[in-house]
């Protein structure tokens, strides 16, 4: 029973961890993977949160060797990314965890209808260089979402890929190499914060990890080679399954 979980698990991540490094959503696959394998719900979030930031780091190094992620960008925005995360682990949100399902949901469908009618958005690099205005912009993109992905967390990278793309003009390969960077320094604070409480279920967490690198850098070599054109449909397909997520735990 124990290694037919595994299996099914190191599947489910490896799926995870390919449609993640191309355009940001794996979670939407991962997470409800551990949980229908029987794992505890913090257990669950906390191992999920392990082998997602080891297959993040894994994309990241291919994505940077491949000069995709812009380190004069990632200099200035990284520790904001990183404070964000932090005070968002740590704040006890307030708000009825409805509304914020229902305001994920909207701003999700809106990026994803918005790029499946935008016949130029992420096509080209239109980069232009850095402004006292474009380096704020991206601190305070930076911020808000690491400090999302510290408290909730779903469709982290696919707002920081259009982010991304919006503010500084790159195309969907460059957005989503700094975006899977950026998502790896947000899932930092939260990883030590479930290892830290003995929240990773290790015997899950281990070989999932080991099927998510394969499948990140899989991901990510094909993201590299076809570019926006394989990009961009699994970047709003995404972008709509979490919306339609998020709508159907609304309804529930």
Known sequence: MMVTKIIF?????FV????????GGGGI????????????????LGTNKFSSTVAAFTSSIKFAKSQKIDFNLIKYIAPFTLIGAAIGVNTVVKINQKYLYFLVFILLFIVGIYSLFS????????????????????????????????FFGPGTGSFLMFGLI???????????????????ISNIISLFMFAFYGRINYVFGIPVAISMIIGARLGTVIALKQ????????????????????????MK
């Open 119 to 150: 016949k130029t958005v992420g096509e080209e690099d239109d980069f232009r260089g850095f402004t006292k205005k474009n380096i704020l912009l991206g601190i305070l993109l930076a911020f808000s979402i690491g400090f999302y992905d510290g």
């Open 166 to 184: 919006r503010i500084y003009g790159f195309d969907f390969v460059k957005g989503a190499g700094n975006a899977r960077f950026l998502n790896f």
């Open 227 to 250: 570019g926006a054109k394989i990009i961009k449909p699994i970047f709003i397909c995404m972008s709509l399954a979490v919306a339609l997520k998020m709508m159907l735990n609304i």
């Open 16 to 23: 995870a961890a390919f449609v993640d490094s191309i355009a």
């Open 29 to 44: 696959i991962s997470l409800p993977a551990y949980l229908f394998a029987g794992v505890p719900p913090h257990f669950a």
């Open 9 to 13: 698990l190191c599947i489910a991540g």
